[in-house]
């Protein structure tokens, strides 16, 4: 079975502060995983996925197997930043990705 | 170039009857994916199709169905609704039938009644 825990179902943050999102996932075998984002009013769209390892708007993310995580780091939140984020996991089952339950993130002026 | 389109936006239904949503991948993407997110909740997998072949299918029961067309649109297909039913459907696309990083429709919402 796969399952993705964020613990956090609200973050607030002021502007310029640092934010981690967390997330925890089980998987028995080798995962990809991804973090989604929902601006307000707009679809969900990739944000970044592990294997790539790039930066995309300032975010990071790197999976750490040993504490079956993949937190997402900003050093500097941005208003804008102020979104639904959600961690997933594709594993087993040919493309399908479990979500966890999301984060809403509030980035305050 | 569009990207993914779901119709209708929104439907409301009453619980026994039955619903057909659509969905029209990327051009050149040959896998769509289907997902139901029930308010307050991540979105849960429900099929994926891939070259017209089931390929995935997630804990739902057998009143949910789907099917993918010769132009690799699809249709998610739910019978004998219930309230629980009631959720926003979404549709992904993506050019290979595995390793997601999907492109997402913008969803319709099912309210049933």
């Known amino acids: 079975a796969q399952r993705v825990t964020q613990p956090e179902k609200l973050l607030s943050v002021f502007k310029g502060a640092p934010v981690e999102l967390k997330c925890n996932y089980s998987?028995?075998?080798?995962?990809?995983l991804f973090w989604y984002v929902q601006y307000s009013r707009q679809r969900l769209q990739l944000l970044l996925r592990?294997?790539s390892r790039e930066s995309i708007k300032g975010f990071t993310a790197d999976l750490n197997k040993g504490e079956t995580s993949f937190h997402l780091k900003k050093p500097f939140a941005q208003e804008e930043d102020s979104a639904m984020y959600y961690c997933?996991?594709?594993?087993?089952?040919?493309?399908?990705?479990?979500f966890g339950q999301g984060t809403i993130l509030t980035v305050h002026p | 170039d569009a990207g993914v389109t779901q119709s209708p936006t929104h439907l409301i239904k009453t619980r026994g009857q039955q619903v057909t949503l659509r969905c029209s991948p990327i051009?050149?993407?040959?896998?769509v994916s289907w997902y139901q997110q029930v308010l307050g909740q991540g979105p849960q997998f429900i099929f994926q199709?891939?070259?017209?072949?089931?390929?995935g299918r997630g804990n739902f029961p057998d009143r949910f169905s789907a099917r993918q067309f010769p132009n690799y649109s699809s249709e998610l297909n739910v019978n004998a609704l219930l309230l629980g039913d009631s959720a926003l459907y979404l549709c992904?696309?993506?050019?290979?039938?595995?390793?997601?990083?999907?492109?997402f429709g913008s969803g319709t919402r099912l309210t049933v009644v």
């Open positions: 998987y028995s075998g080798s995962p990809e």
């Open positions: 051009s050149g993407h040959k896998s």
């Open positions: 199709y891939y070259e017209k072949e089931e390929r």
């Open positions: 592990h294997i």
């Open positions: 992904a696309s993506g050019i290979t039938g595995g390793g997601p990083g999907y492109t």
């Open positions: 997933a996991l594709s594993g087993t089952s040919y493309g399908k990705l479990t």
